[in-house]
C-alpha cells in the first residue's frame, strides 16, 4: 500500500487525478471505476481542466460507478447518474454510452444486480477503481455488516449514512433508504485501487480501516488485502496516523 499525504482537499484531488490521467495516458481504452460524493468532487475537476487543455483524452474510456440509489431517476438530481453526469461527463469526451451507473429505476433488485455484474463482466475489469470513504468506514455504499457481500447488491443504507447524506436532499425523509452497490469483490477485483480521503473526521476510521483489524464491520479494512493501493489523504485525514 502506497501512502500519499497531501496538504489539503486541492492537493489530494490534483495528486488523485495525476494517478488517474497516467492511468489514461498510458492505457487510453482503460475502465475507470468511479465513484460520487464529495471526496472525487476535485478530482474530476481537476480532469475536466487537464481535458480542457488537451492533455488528456476521454474518447475511449469506459467506466463503471460504483452505486445508485434504488428508486431515483436519473434525471433526480440527487442520483449518482445526474452527478456523474453534471460533474464529470458533460465536461468531457467521453463515450456517454460506454458509462454506467446501477439502474435506480429498476425496481426488481435480481434485475438490477444481475443486469450490473453483467456490465462489469463485459468490461473486461476495472483498470483503476477510485474510491471515497464513509464515515462509518462504507466503500461504495458496502455498509457495516456481518459478512462482505461479493457483487452487486442491494443494501439498507445505515442510519448514519442516510444523516450524512441527507444534506444533499431537502429532508431526511427524501433520502432513499436503499441503495445498489458494487460487492466488496468486484471491488477487489480492480487490478489498481486509488483511496482518497480529506478532513479531520474521517481521520480515526481511516487510521481503523488501514491498520486495525480486516473485518466486515469496517468494510475498507479489506482493502488491506489488496495488492495495488494507494491512498491519497490530506494531512487533516492523517492526523491520527
Ligand atoms: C456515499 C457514497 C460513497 C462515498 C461516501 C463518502 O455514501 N456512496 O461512495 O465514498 O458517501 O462520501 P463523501 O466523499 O461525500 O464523504
Redesign the pocket.
Known sequence: MIIYKAQDYKDMSRKAANILSAQVIMKPNCVLGL??????LGTYKQLIEWYEKGDIDFSNVTSVN??EYKGLDPNNKQSYRYFMNTNFFDHINIDKKKTFVPDGLEMDTEKATSKYNEIIRNTGGVDLQL?????NG????NEPGEQFEKETHCVDLAQT?IE??RRFFDSEDDVPKQ?Y?MGIKSIMQAKKIVLIVSGQD?AEILDKALNGPITPELPASILQLHNDVIVVADKAALSKW
Open positions: 465513484a460520487t460524493g464529495s471526496s472525487p460504483l452505486d474510491l471515497g470513504l464513509g464515515h462504507h466503500i461504495g455504499f449514512t450524512a447524506n441503495a452497490t474521517k
